[in-house]
RNA sequence: GGGGAAGUGGCGAAACGGUAGACGCAGUCGCCUCAAAAGCGACCGAGUGUGAGCUCAUGUGGGUUCGAUUCCCACCUUCCCCACCA
């Protein structure tokens, strides 16, 4: 029997030892000049937010493999990490704690960083940077700068969210209820002049490159071409009666029903409202108290009110095509951000207009029926809105066309009328990024008394996020803040004003991964060579939260600086992405706010990383959402200590047994067990290269062939065997992806000097995987009927003949008829009878 | 309302056109032990049979196929995302 010792993997002692030698060894770090081929691991960019739980070691856990695992098969991987460190919970602490955001987000990163190197990643932190340093949001400032002078940040004004007693503008999560989450005020809207991107620009762009983006989900293309939303219609005019040459512009992606216009339903912030009420006063207190009612509403509101109401104006327009003159309807149900804040109604064709007419007792005329060219209306009482294409009726000399050709002809006659074109609308705006907020990224804009709106010059990068302001909860802290706003006009050395707002953080996270690349250039952003030599992310990593904003507007970003030829290559900066699932515990997400996380340090201590991470790879596939179980961790501690029982007592003899070449095998459990090490690399290497990363499977494989590794060493006869000892010190190699830890513990137990990760991964040698006898399944009619046992490669015939001699198959065979035989090389053979 | 994903043992799951349930968790039994824990071994979808086995079984109903968990259609259920975008 082997020598007698209490056999336990102490991941206490080890798991720590081996972070700090991988530190100092400096073994995750990736070199610019590193011949091998490039490969970019990416997670999104962390939010500090304090504690971290299982459920964010789920996400860096896949991550951290995928890297491992790459780099491995011999690739120069290069795997960053920093920190999303603007934002609002920063700003939160301060105002209700007297935190300093500053302060309060250092902490943190400290503790995430300390809780991230605790999970055993492997990381190239000399990267590392906060999106809060100065000489990262510099950056942020000097794109935005670059974007002004392409005309793709303008201002505009835009509605916010207003506090009368705070007096400040909330984000729309600090709106409960329609009230202020401090004081409970009733929130306002108010107008202010805003910077937004230009997204809208890139719109046709990025959604045909959604196209070419075959690594990424489909669900996630599909969002974000929902996201986008293009539509094609027409934009045309309609006079109002009586107002000189006031028109009303409408667009719409249904012309063809033009003739069936029984109203016009405008938002009540359009602008031909107040001249209407101007020229044609009577209803002019309706409407205004009306438009009153809504605007203390956000859209969310007015949206989720779901009932449409609205007014009559008190004027008429003229359907250009029909001359009929029609009431003019100020309504909640008319975006004034979407298309041109007007609507043609038509009761008949939409579901909206027919709801607001039977409503408002409003005319419903029914121009498009279904059909061939019949001519035919159905009914004068539709119960609901006909939507769908069909022939034209009741429509002067375009009667009788398809809806599809009436569309083109309807736009082509309006055309030649100057009345109107075919247009494009997009379902997203532009990118608003004003905050008024503090802890963000200063918008670099001065407003001088005798210039203007003044940009700040580059050489005066970064405009500093001043420290110690007050935080009161009222008003905004830089607004509030006289010694950061009263600057100095660079053009005319006159006084001027800042402007007091910070940037979106979505901003920060738009180019970072770039930033990585060249992540302590006090010069420029990034170097261009070195940029676009690593770029694009091979592969991306995250939640399926992102799945629109973020991944939008890094995909925007990415193009504007491919425009501007800030790096070179495909404009589009993200191969491939992954989409995690959850992690749910009692049913629900792992949540802080749910009050369910079971945290990172207690896990660590108790069970230790490898086993940690074993669990969050084994228990489902990655995409899956994944019940975090207690029992379930147990079961890889008992893993990661049958690991250690089987292999450790052998480990300086396994360690002398050669890798480079298969062993020579006695006898079955030999073969069997150097099978199962190359079945467990072939899963390894499959999973990878699929890009499904699986790893649920491989660690199944894992478990099999440590399974049979625990039979053989414990079996006298067979723990000193040439295979065994091979398997042995073939195992950390391909454990090392998954359970770090222990497979360096090993292999330097095995007398390597050099890490076990810098290691070449295995191939799968098909030579292993073969098998000397294989079982060929036989059915009768598409049933299992018997199995026989042959070599492999053997032909039909013999099969057959096999075949024919088992009784469960002679059952179901004698006395009847072979019609048919279908076999399947070294797996089956299907006879059909009659 | 629109879009997307998914329904397999007591549980997480595997197989994804070819032996359904690998592997793990829970459970049952055995060995070891004074005993327990740990460890090791066996069993572990349902019905039926002494047994070899047979029958049923991958949400429901159809279809394609020699053969369907896998592909197609419809329905049911659950989850996610977007929700008045003219």
């Given at each position: ?89 920063a700003e939160n602490a301060a105002i209700q704690r007297g935190i300093d955001p500053d302060s309060w987000t250092r902490q943190n990163i400290d503790n995430m960083r300390r809780q991230i190197k605790l999970m055993g990643t492997g990381y190239d932190w000399t990267r590392e940077f906060a999106t809060c340093d100065p000489e990262y949001y510099k950056w942020n400032q000097w794109f935005f700068l670059r974007m002004y002078e392409r005309g793709l940040a303008y201002k505009r004004e835009t509605p916010v969210n207003w ?447 490898d086993a940690m991470r074993l669990f969050l790879l084994k228990a489902a596939p990655p995409e899956d959402a994944l019940e975090w179980t207690d029992e379930g961790i147990v079961g890889r501690v008992r893993f990661i200590q049958r690991v250690w029982r089987a292999c450790e007592p052998l480990a300086a003899e396994a360690g002398r047994t050669p890798l480079d070449q298969l062993p020579a095998c006695a006898g079955d459990a030999q073969r069997a067990l150097v099978r199962a090490l190359h079945l467990a690399l072939k ?50 190699i391909a454990l090392a992806p998954f359970a770090p830890h222990i497979a360096d513990e090993l292999w330097q137990r095995m007398g390597h000097a050099t890490s076990v990760h810098i290691e070449r991964m295995l191939d799968a040698d098909p030579a292993a995987l073969a098998v000397d006898e294989i079982t060929v399944v036989i059915q009768v009619n598409g049933k299992v009927r018997g199995r026989v046992q042959a070599a492999p490669g053997v032909g039909e015939d013999d099969v057959f003949a096999l075949a024919l001699a ?29």
């Amino acid at each position: 029997m082997l020598e007698e010792r209490p056999l336990t993997y102490d991941h206490r002692a080890i798991e720590p030892a081996w972070q700090a030698r991988w530190e100092a060894d400096g073994i995750y770090r990736a070199d610019d000049a590193d011949p091998r081929p490039k490969y970019y691991v990416l997670e999104m960019l962390p939010y500090p937010s304090g504690d971290l739980h299982v459920g964010h070691a789920k996400n860096y856990t896949l991550g951290d493999a995928v890297a491992r695992m790459m780099r491995m098969r011999g690739n120069n991987v290069v795997h960053p990490m920093g920190w999303d460190a603007f934002g609002l919970p920063a700003e939160n602490a301060a105002i209700q704690r007297g935190i300093d955001p500053d302060s309060w987000t250092r902490q943190n990163i400290d503790n995430m960083r300390r809780q991230i190197k605790l999970m055993g990643t492997g990381y190239d932190w000399t990267r590392e940077f906060a999106t809060c340093d100065p000489e990262y949001y510099k950056w942020n400032q000097w794109f935005f700068l670059r974007m002004y002078e392409r005309g793709l940040a303008y201002k505009r004004e835009t509605p916010v969210n207003w506090c009368p007693h705070d007096q400040t503008v909330l984000a729309n999560e600090q709106v409960h209820d329609g009230r202020c989450w401090r004081c409970g005020h009733l929130v306002e809207r108010r107008n202010l002049s805003q910077w937004n991107f230009k997204i809208t620009d890139y719109a046709d762009r990025l959604l045909a490159g959604i196209d070419r983006l075959d690594g990424w989900p489909e669900r996630i293309k599909t969002m974000q071409r929902n996201w986008i939303g293009r539509s094609e219609g027409a934009t045309f005019s309609f006079d109002i009666e009586g107002i000189g040459d006031a028109r009303i512009e409408v667009f719409t992606t249904r012309v063809d029903t033009v003739f069936g216009v029984t109203f016009m339903a405008i938002a009540p912030e359009h602008p031909i409202v107040a001249k209407i009420l101007a020229a044609i006063p009577p209803e002019k207190a309706t409407v205004e108290a009306f438009a009153a009612s809504l605007s203390s509403k956000s859209e969310l509101e007015r949206t989720q009110l779901m009932e449409k109401t609205g007014v009559p104006t008190g004027a008429f327009a003229i359907n250009p095509l029909s001359g009929e003159r029609v009431p003019i309807w100020v309504t909640n149900y008319v975006l004034a951000e979407y298309g041109t804040g007007a609507v043609m109604g038509v009761p008949a064709h939409d579901e909206r207009d027919f709801e607001f007419a039977q409503k408002h007792g409003l005319p419903i005329r029914q121009v498009i029926v279904p059909g061939e060219g019949t001519g035919e209306l159905v009914a004068g009482d539709l119960t609901e809105a006909y939507c769908d294409d069909g022939v034209l009726v009741n429509s002067a000399q375009f009667d009788g066309v398809e809806s599809a050709d009436a569309r083109i002809a309807i736009i082509e006659e309006l055309e030649s009328r100057g009345r109107g074109k075919m247009t494009v609308n997009f379902r997203f705006r532009d990118w608003l990024i004003s905050r008024q907020r503090y802890w963000g990224t200063p918008i670099p804009m001065l407003y001088c008394e005798r210039d203007g709106m003044v940009p700040v010059p580059d050489d005066q990068l970064p405009v500093v996020l001043p420290r110690g302001v007050a935080f009161t909860g009222q008003g905004s802290p830089l607004a509030n803040d006289a010694a950061f706003i009263n600057t100095t006009c660079p053009k005319c050395k006159g006084p001027a004003k800042r402007d007091p707002d910070t940037m979106d953080t979505f901003v920060d996270s738009s180019w970072y991964f770039v930033r990585y690349l060249d992540p302590h250039d006090s010069t420029k952003a990034f170097d261009k060579a070195k940029a676009s030599a690593w770029m694009p992310v091979d592969q991306y990593i995250g939640g399926a939260e992102h799945a629109v904003m973020h991944l939008l507007y890094a995909r925007f970003f990415y193009m504007f600086m491919i425009d501007a030829g800030y790096i070179t290559g495909d404009d589009e900066p993200f191969t491939r992405l992954f989409n995690q699932g959850t992690l749910l515990r009692g049913g629900e997400k792992m949540s802080k706010s749910r009050g369910n996380v079971v945290g990172i340090d207690e896990t660590v201590e108790t069970y230790g990383v490898d086993a940690m991470r074993l669990f969050l790879l084994k228990a489902a596939p990655p995409e899956d959402a994944l019940e975090w179980t207690d029992e379930g961790i147990v079961g890889r501690v008992r893993f990661i200590q049958r690991v250690w029982r089987a292999c450790e007592p052998l480990a300086a003899e396994a360690g002398r047994t050669p890798l480079d070449q298969l062993p020579a095998c006695a006898g079955d459990a030999q073969r069997a067990l150097v099978r199962a090490l190359h079945l467990a690399l072939k899963s390894a290497h499959d999973e990878t290269s699929t890009r499904r990363f699986h790893y649920n499977v491989t660690t199944a494989r894992l478990d099999e062939l440590v399974n049979l590794l625990t039979a053989a060493t414990r079996d006298e006869a067979l723990a000193h065997d040439p295979a065994v000892l091979y398997a042995i010190h073939a195992l950390p190699i391909a454990l090392a992806p998954f359970a770090p830890h222990i497979a360096d513990e090993l292999w330097q137990r095995m007398g390597h000097a050099t890490s076990v990760h810098i290691e070449r991964m295995l191939d799968a040698d098909p030579a292993a995987l073969a098998v000397d006898e294989i079982t060929v399944v036989i059915q009768v009619n598409g049933k299992v009927r018997g199995r026989v046992q042959a070599a492999p490669g053997v032909g039909e015939d013999d099969v057959f003949a096999l075949a024919l001699a088992e009784s469960g198959v002679q059952q179901h065979t004698s006395g009847k008829t072979v019609r048919k035989k279908i076999f399947v090389p070294d797996k089956l053979l299907n006879i059909v009878v009659a």
